[in-house]
């Protein structure tokens, strides 16, 4: 079993733990998805690269967070729309490299 689907059943286990199942249809996970990236997002906003560099060393912990929801809401859609997201993802690097040569 991969790590991604380990994180996957970790996901799913904790959803169906707490009955949140009948909340997540594929706009509402869209929608959490895009808010929780705009809250990456969120720590950049207005500065400037310097100011950016010195951001990431004080609040690395805060945007993992953030970066851990994304991801948390990645693997709950693709579970749910049943698409291997590590064989698409690993496809999709392919299709990238022979476009961006």
Known sequence: MSDIEKLTQKVIKFRDQRNWKQFNNPK????SLVLESSEVLEHFQ???TEEI???I???KN???KELADVLYWVLLMSH???VDIQKTFLQKL????KKYP
């Open 28 to 31: 509402d996970i869209a929608i």
């Open 46 to 48: 207005w500065k400037n």
């Open 53 to 55: 560099e010195t951001y």
């Open 57 to 59: 060393k004080k609040n």
């Open 62 to 64: 805060e945007i993992s």
């Open 80 to 82: 749910d729309l049943n």
């Open 94 to 97: 392919k299709e990238n490299a």
